[in-house]
């Protein structure tokens, strides 16, 4: 590939002939030396000291030539790690607002976190705080804090997976859906909590809130795959007791040792119940401690226990370990708080992988009735390591996924958007209404207006802008039978 004559660009032509394929937001791969990874940020440079045509600049900086890149980009930049998140809020109060949301911080306070923190609210402006569909993720991250670093298809750093991917499609997503007329400004709102990743205090403090949602989308590395929910988790403290002595005369003693084995064996080798969408419980005994010298017959030990629950509820599992340590001598086991029940979330779109998960989320903190969906850009398997990274297209999927999941929530049932409670709100039957897909039955309105996800929307811009999702939607139809929608301009 040449472009402009600078001596990077030069010694591109004389480069060894590995290549890497350049992976561009608009869907095209060039095949460039391996040699432009190491030069990226000098020909950067040099180009932007030149004028050239804007899709030059869009192959020689992806990321900052691309809304959605150079979003996530900036979040990922911020520190936020659990407790740290008030510069992270800012700023994305400040994006939210320069793109037309309002936005309300919201105050988190916590005894383990003494520093300012925020949740982020947002809706559209004309919107209103009651929208019936959620997209939601979090802003803190684990330590420790890793810089951004871009690459030609990845992009490395804390957060870049777990969860700011998330955050950024998300948000691009109701912006094109926005921008393309597919939704009405009082159909999304947005929510991005702190202390995701301790003690959920961000996503709990939202149920002191008179706040409901008929779905709530929540963003966490699902691979791009629709989760039919996760494990639970439960954490379990068992002790031992004995009484020291000399090893050499054993019958002076009681070994707590020798208690914890025989406890760790029984619980190590106990069949649990699982469940067909979850898969198996799984017991990790994670911790052991105990005695204090080989020559001393041992007191106390210890051990940690974590038991990721794939049956339907806790309790089911709790009974059965609680049975197994009954009668063993000198040993005690102490359930840990918090634990959760597995969580099972709706997945009733077609179109999508499905995937279960063994690693938690927010789901269980936010209460509620809404339909519970779950999914995002990336791999639980990176998240928390230190080579967190996110592929660029991945980025790119789940902004395509999350507008579906939109849509498809709003196709597969009609969801209510308006306050039933106000009258002016009611819309006359409108018979005629626009809808993409032919085999909707539209029927008489009886009560307040919903929205159609297409029915504000041009159907010719609509074809030309997305007509690959399109195809994809019309699988998904509506499940009742009153099918109704606003109409701006009635
Ligand atoms: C679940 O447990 C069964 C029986 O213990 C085992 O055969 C199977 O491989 C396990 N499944 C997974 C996914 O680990």
């Not at 992976?23 to 095209?28: E, K, T, Y």
């Not at 009733?348 to 509620?368: R, V």
Request: charged residues 25%; proline residues 7%.
């Amino acid at each position: 590939m040449r472009l402009y004559a600078s001596p990077s660009l030069i010694a591109l032509s004389a480069a060894p002939l590995v290549v890497h394929s350049l992976q561009l937001p608009f869907g095209i791969d060039i095949q460039i030396p391996a040699v432009l990874d190491a030069h990226l940020n000098t020909i950067k440079t040099q180009i932007s000291q030149i004028q050239v045509p804007a899709f030059i600049n869009k192959i020689i900086d992806p990321t900052g030539s691309s809304p959605l890149l150079s979003l996530h980009r900036d979040l990922v930049s911020i520190p936020s790690v659990t407790g740290n998140e008030e510069q992270v809020a800012r700023f994305l109060e400040t994006y939210l607002q320069s793109k037309g949301f309002k936005v309300e911080l919201i105050p988190i306070q916590s005894p383990e976190y003494p520093k300012k923190r925020y949740n982020v609210f947002a809706y559209p402006e004309g919107g209103s705080r009651s929208a019936p569909i959620l997209l939601t993720s979090h802003i803190d991250t684990v330590p420790p804090f890793l810089p951004f670093k871009d690459g030609l298809r990845t992009v490395h750093g804390r957060g870049s997976c777990d969860a700011k991917a998330s955050v950024a499609s998300q948000i691009i997503a109701a912006e094109e859906l926005l921008a393309q007329k597919h939704i009405t400004e009082d159909t999304v709102s947005l929510l991005f909590v702190v202390g995701e990743e301790t003690n959920g205090d961000g996503m709990r403090h939202m149920n002191t809130y008179d706040l409901k949602w008929d779905a709530v989308v929540f963003g966490e590395p699902t691979e791009l795959k629709l989760a039919v929910g996760h494990k639970g988790l439960a954490m379990l403290e068992v002790e031992a007791k004995g009484r020291a002595s000399h090893s050499g005369y054993p019958n002076l003693g009681i070994n707590a040792n020798s208690h914890m084995i025989n406890a760790l064996y029984k619980l190590d080798n106990l069949k649990l119940p699982s469940s067909d969408l979850l898969g198996n419980t799984t017991l990790n005994i994670g911790v052991m401690s105990g005695g204090v010298a080989a020559n001393v017959i041992p007191a106390s030990a210890k051990a940690e226990v974590a038991i990721r629950i794939g049956a339907e509820h806790f309790i089911d599992v709790k009974v059965l370990v609680d049975d197994a340590l009954k009668g063993i001598e000198g040993v005690e086991a102490t359930w840990k708080q918090p634990h959760y029940d597995p969580v099972f979330c709706d997945h009733d779109l077609e179109g999508f992988e499905t995937i279960a998960l063994s690693y938690g989320t927010d789901i269980p903190n936010l209460k509620g009735r809404h339909k519970k969906y779950l999914y995002g850009p990336g791999s639980i398997l990176v998240a928390h390591g230190d080579n967190e990274k996110i592929d660029k297209s991945d980025l790119y999927e789940a902004v395509k996924g999350y507008k579906r999941i939109v849509r498809g929530i709003l196709n597969a049932k009609a969801v209510v958007v308006a306050d039933p409670a106000k009258s002016e709100t009611v819309v006359p039957p409108v018979k005629a209404a626009v809808v993409v897909e032919p085999s909707v039955q539209v029927v008489e309105p009886e009560v307040e207006k919903v929205v159609v996800p297409e029915a504000s929307g041009d159907k010719e811009d609509y074809k030309k802008s997305d007509d690959e999702e399109k195809v994809e939607y019309v699988t998904i139809l509506p499940v009742e039978p009153i099918y109704k929608h606003e109409r701006k301009n009635d």
